[in-house]
């Protein structure tokens, strides 16, 4: 598996009833393919992969797989308690994900050695490979934009999202649709951002939109 390029993290849609939304993953996901990412990064921290079930991450992951069509590889997300990591791993494989993006246990504790243990009993169910570190790939076409770009846009998205917990994900969701798709709301625990916060990061994306379009 090669990732290379901006990699795509989808956020997970839900309807008015709260489900899983497939028909607007699917739109979701073929717009961010339009734009020729290096690798699609499904029900992973953006798509709130620990507030879904088994059988929402084994549809989400197969409707990633079915719109990717092969063009790029297609990363699950799996972690938390060893069992339900197992689940996801061996869901996912089945699914025909390339890789697993594997998130440890965020409660449970342990030595080095209970890490690894972790990280090679989920590499074994899943039998695919297994990505544990985040990547990190600088803008080397245009420098100048990338530093705007952190000025501009990242750096004060970043001190949004700090405010409150879980902005993370739900600043991201909030993105989507004030680009024009109904995703939908984030799931408990998390909570939607403030009004203040929404016109913050309405104006935040309006920012990064036009130092890109300026650049190009």
């Given at each position: 598996?090669?990732l290379?390029?901006?990699?795509?993290?989808?956020?997970?849609?839900?309807?008015?009833?709260?489900?899983?939304d497939?028909?607007?993953?699917?739109?979701?996901?073929?717009?961010?393919?339009?734009?020729?990412p290096g690798?699609v990064?499904?029900a992973?921290?953006?798509?709130?992969?620990?507030s879904?079930?088994?059988?929402?991450?084994?549809r989400?992951?197969?409707?990633?797989?079915?719109?990717a069509g092969?063009?790029?590889?297609?990363?699950?997300?799996?972690?938390?308690?060893?069992?339900?990591?197992?689940?996801?791993?061996?869901?996912?494989?089945?699914?025909?994900?390339?890789?697993?993006?594997?998130?440890p246990?965020y409660l449970?504790q342990?030595?080095?050695?209970?890490?690894?243990?972790y990280?090679e009993?989920?590499?074994?169910a899943?039998?695919?490979?297994?990505?544990?570190?985040?990547y990190?790939?600088?803008?080397?076409?245009?420098?100048?934009l990338?530093?705007?770009?952190?000025?501009e846009?990242?750096?004060?998205?970043?001190?949004?999202?700090?405010r409150?917990?879980?902005?993370?994900?739900?600043?991201?969701?909030?993105?989507?649709?004030?680009?024009?798709?109904?995703a939908?709301?984030?799931?408990?625990?998390?909570a939607?951002?403030?009004?203040?916060?929404?016109?913050?990061?309405?104006?935040?994306?309006?920012?990064?939109?036009a130092?890109?379009?300026?650049?190009?």
């Open positions: 598996m090669r290379d390029g901006v990699l795509f993290f989808p956020v997970t849609p839900f309807g008015a009833d709260g489900a899983l497939e028909a607007v993953l699917a739109e979701h996901l073929r717009a961010g393919l339009a734009h020729g690798g990064f499904v992973c921290g953006t798509g709130e992969f620990p879904l079930s088994a059988a929402e991450h084994d989400a992951v197969r409707t990633a797989v079915r719109v092969g063009d790029v590889p297609v990363v699950a997300g799996a972690g938390g308690p060893l069992g339900a990591a197992l689940d996801q791993a061996r869901g996912a494989a089945a699914a025909g994900a390339d890789g697993l993006l594997l998130m246990p449970a342990g030595p080095r050695q209970g890490l690894r243990a990280v009993t989920v590499a074994r899943a039998g695919i490979p297994v990505i544990v570190a985040a990190h790939r600088a803008q080397r076409d245009d420098p100048g990338a530093e705007r770009l952190l000025a846009f990242y750096a004060p998205l970043v001190e949004l999202r700090s409150v917990p879980g902005y993370a994900v739900s600043l991201v969701k909030a993105g989507v649709r004030l680009r024009g798709l109904d939908g709301a984030v799931r408990p625990p998390l939607e951002p403030a009004p203040e916060h929404l016109d913050e990061l309405s104006r935040l994306v309006k920012t990064g939109l130092l890109v379009e300026a650049a190009s």
